[in-house]
């Protein structure tokens, strides 16, 4: 079974300062690889997804995420942290039995706080 | 752009009682997929219907049970409420085809207090 770990559940940075959030994956087979982000009461919006073609995937906000086979990672990155930022960050891997089964499994979130 | 919609997005009910969450896919989205994220928690997933067919089934208590409808909307009823089912409900769907792998589209959530 496919699952993510997220490394840090909480991480504090400056704004304007670089924000790296990591996560490892475990997977039998090429995984599709998900970054979510949720701000408080509020539901889950895809920052960027990794589905087997660039290795370097760009998403929304300046956020990007490297796909590394070899390190079994799948960081997310910012170069600039801006206040707005402040959310959980969720990591995420697609079911890959095939068929309709695509559920996806989280990792427990890391918590980003920015400070001014 | 459509978006999921859940309803009601609030909820409170008493220990025992019951409970019927809606979820209103993306227009011509034929999978669905039920989430639970308890306070502090990641989402973990409930159940999932593909046109119409329970597809896959996770972390759900006997006490709940959902369906999809012809019109591809869904519900999740809960039964015999508990505290620890106090939690927020999230909805996602997928399109049909290829994409149904690398898309899901997550609604704002149903959040349900138990007291």
């Known amino acids: 079974a496919q699952s993510v770990t997220q490394l840090g559940s909480h991480v504090s940075v400056s704004e304007g300062a670089l924000v790296l959030l990591r996560c490892n994956y475990s997977s039998s087979v090429p995984p599709y690889l998900f970054w979510y982000v949720q701000y408080p009461n509020q539901g889950l919006q895809l920052l960027l997804k990794?589905?087997?073609?660039?290795?370097l995937v760009k998403g929304i906000n300046g956020f990007e995420a490297e796909f590394k086979k070899s390190e079994t990672s799948f960081h997310l990155t910012k170069p600039s942290a801006h206040m707005s930022d402040a959310a959980e960050y969720f990591c995420?891997?697609?079911?890959?039995?095939?068929?309709?089964?695509?559920?996806?499994?989280f990792g427990k979130g890391t918590l980003l706080t920015v400070n001014p | 752009a459509a978006g999921v919609i859940q309803s009601p997005r609030h909820l409170i009910k008493e220990k025992r009682e019951t409970a019927t969450l809606k979820c209103y896919p993306i227009p011509r989205h034929d999978t669905v997929y039920w989430y639970q994220q308890g306070p502090g928690q990641d989402p973990q997933f409930l159940i999932s219907f593909y046109e119409k067919m329970q597809s896959d089934k996770g972390s759900i208590p006997d006490r709940f049970s959902a369906q999809q409808f012809s019109d591809y909307h869904s519900e999740l009823n809960m039964s015999s409420l508990e505290l620890g089912d106090s939690a927020l409900y999230f909805c996602?769907?997928?399109?049909?085809?290829?994409?149904?792998?690398?898309?899901?589209?997550f609604g704002p959530g149903t959040r349900l207090t138990v007291l």
């Open positions: 990794y589905t087997s073609a660039a290795t």
């Open positions: 996602a769907s997928s399109p049909p085809g290829l994409a149904r792998r690398d898309t899901q589209y």
């Open positions: 995420a891997v697609s079911d890959d039995s095939g068929g309709s089964n695509y559920k996806l499994t």
